[in-house]
């Protein structure tokens, strides 16, 4: 066994979590941006999800933060944190936490991401590779995480329906994410099946039920319109469809 296998092992995993903190820590900072400038207002406005104010959605952005600060510790210590203790008990808290002020809801997402950016910081390399789980959904190693709170940050950013939009998503978290966005609508059998093919070649991603195909139907465009529209935060106006039928309606991403 090559004796430098563990280290090399140790500093890739090392350099992706370097990379992903990196592009973590601007997307926070953005959204804090954001957040300071919400009034008591505002913040009791409804945001573009259904039901939910922007005060839901910053609710949720703590809340976020707290669960997977506990799949870290789970991943540090090897003992089973859950991120939540139930799916009733998540909804419970971001309704309990909503109606607060902009200050109040503001100081929550702040201390929140700090204290995962922290505790993400400080975690030893072994600890990434450790498989977690999230509420719905099979194991992944902990790096992961960081991952899932990035999309977090980014996708919810838009949420907020104040100024922050599907283009300003930077390229890189545009390219990471449409891959995974799009394979988890692989298999879907509520989905329509067809080929998502973005703009600058490449063989796209196929989503909806698998099984036999016919004639495909392929959505091409700019990914970070493709990635908007999986997820439910744009129109597709941007999209075409090759086969010049009229766009594919998409279940909701989940």
């Known amino acids: 066994m090559d004796p430098n296998a563990g280290k090399d092992m140790g500093n890739t995993v090392e350099h992706e979590v370097s990379m992903w903190l990196a592009s973590l820590g601007?997307?926070?900072?953005?959204l804090l941006g954001t957040v300071?400038?919400?009034?008591?207002?505002?913040?009791?406005?409804?945001?573009?999800?259904?039901?939910?104010?922007?005060?839901?959605?910053?609710?949720?952005?703590?809340?976020?933060?707290d669960g997977l600060g506990n799949l870290l510790r789970w991943a540090h210590t090897g003992t089973q944190i859950p991120m939540y203790p139930s799916a009733q008990a998540r909804d419970a808290d971001i309704e309990a936490g909503a109606?607060?002020?902009?200050?109040?809801?503001?100081?929550?997402?702040?201390?929140?991401?700090?204290?995962?950016?922290?505790?993400?910081?400080?975690?030893?390399?072994?600890a990434w590779t450790v498989p977690v789980r999230v509420l719905r959904g099979g194991m992944f190693p902990a790096i992961?995480?960081?991952?899932?709170?990035?999309?977090?940050?980014?996708i919810h950013h838009v949420d907020l329906g104040a100024g922050y939009q599907p283009a300003d998503w930077p390229g890189e978290f545009v390219g990471d994410a449409l891959p995974r966005v799009?394979?988890?609508?692989?298999?879907r059998q509520d989905a329509p099946a067809c080929q998502i093919l973005p703009d600058g070649g490449?063989?796209?991603?196929?989503?909806?039920?698998?099984?036999?195909?016919?004639?495909?139907?392929?959505?091409?465009?700019?990914a970070?319109?493709?990635?908007?529209?999986?997820?439910?935060?744009?129109?597709?106006?941007?999209?075409?469809?090759l086969s010049g039928s009229a766009l594919p309606v998409l279940p909701a991403w989940r």
Request: glycine residues 14%.
């Open 182 to 187: 799009a394979g988890s609508f692989s298999g």
């Open 26 to 30: 601007p997307a926070t900072d953005r």
């Open 144 to 154: 992961g995480i960081l991952e899932r709170r990035l999309s977090e940050v980014e």
């Open 224 to 241: 970070r319109d493709l990635l908007a529209w999986l997820l439910g935060r744009g129109a597709g106006t941007g999209l075409r469809v």
């Open 36 to 65: 300071a400038a919400l009034t008591d207002d505002q913040v009791r406005e409804p945001s573009p999800l259904p039901g939910w104010t922007r005060g839901h959605v910053l609710s949720h952005i703590a809340r976020n933060a």
């Open 99 to 126: 109606g607060r002020s902009a200050a109040e809801l503001a100081a929550d997402v702040r201390n929140s991401a700090a204290e995962f950016a922290d505790r993400a910081a400080s975690l030893p390399a072994a």
């Open 202 to 222: 490449g063989d796209g991603f196929w989503i909806g039920p698998a099984g036999p195909r016919g004639a495909p139907v392929v959505v091409t465009g700019p």
